[in-house]
T-cell receptor, first 111, second 116 residues
Framework: SQQGEEDPQALSIQEGENATMNCSYK?????LQWYRQNSGRGLVHLIL?????REKHSGRLRVTLDTSKKSSSLLITASRAADTASYFC???????????FGEGTQLTVNP | GAVVSQHPSRVICKSGTSVKIECRSL??????MFWYRQFPKQSLMLMAT?????????EQGVEKDKFLINHASLTLSTLTVTSAHPEDSSFYIC????????????FGPGTRLTVT
């Protein structure tokens, strides 16, 4: 089955609110990455967290990783309408190997 | 940051014809390129991994004779969909990595293929 399950599948919030998306995976990983995809476009890399890291920040993004639970979360603070997109987690089992993507969360930020 | 381009961005072709999609790394040498397929509102499914100068490694269920992949140089990989059918209509995305210990894959903007 697909490595990387995300919830919720869809999330609709108001501008200024925080958005939290979760990702679970099944195997041991080297790192976990979060990507953003606007409709009909390619993927944009947001943040990478290594298996020995527990939390990482980048601007309004905060990612956590719990390897004991095989889960990760992406928090977007003070959301903006421009944050509307699909967000995918992806796991890499070993360095330089294939990425396995989760099902994605469709985030809609209403102005 | 590293840039990956794809050409064409959109293509419409008739059933039975073949179409070639190019993936280029513009400012770095990509030892490994990946080809993904994405159906509407779904996730990316890896089709194959392509290393420069060697045969591509296809994922289970992907027909290598239908989806021909060539990675002839360190900056170019091509995916040719042969004898296309309407069910091949999809969004095809490539990514590239230098393979020198960096974890990050750089993604192209994708190609929308419509087979009529």
């Amino acid at each position: 089955s697909q490595q990387g399950e995300e919830d919720p599948q869809a999330l609709s919030i108001q501008e200024g609110e925080n958005a939290t998306m979760n990702c679970s995976y099944k195997t041991s990983i080297n790192n976990l990455q979060w990507y953003r995809q606007n409709s009909g476009r390619g993927l944009v890399h947001l943040i990478l967290i290594r298996s020995n890291e527990r939390e990482k920040h980048s601007g309004r993004l905060r990612v956590t990783l719990d390897t004991s639970k095989k889960s990760s979360s992406l928090l977007i603070t003070a959301s903006r309408a421009a944050d509307t997109a699909s967000y995918f987690c992806a796991t890499e089992e070993t360095s330089g190997s294939r990425l396995t993507f989760g099902e994605g969360t469709q985030l809609t930020v209403n102005p | 940051g590293a840039v990956v381009s794809q050409h064409p961005s959109r293509v419409i072709c008739k059933s039975g014809t073949s179409v070639k999609i190019e993936c280029r790394s513009l400012d770095f040498q990509a030892t490994t390129m990946f080809w993904y397929r994405q159906f509407p509102k779904q996730s990316l499914m890896l089709m194959a991994t392509s290393n420069e100068g060697s045969k591509a490694t296809y994922e289970q269920g992907v027909e290598k004779d239908k989806f021909l992949i060539n990675h002839a140089s360190l900056t170019l990989s091509t995916l040719t969909v042969t004898s296309a059918h309407p069910e091949d209509s999809s969004f095809y995305i490539c990514s590239a990595t230098t393979g020198t210990g960096t974890y990050e894959q750089y993604f192209g903007p994708g190609t929308r293929l419509t087979v009529t």
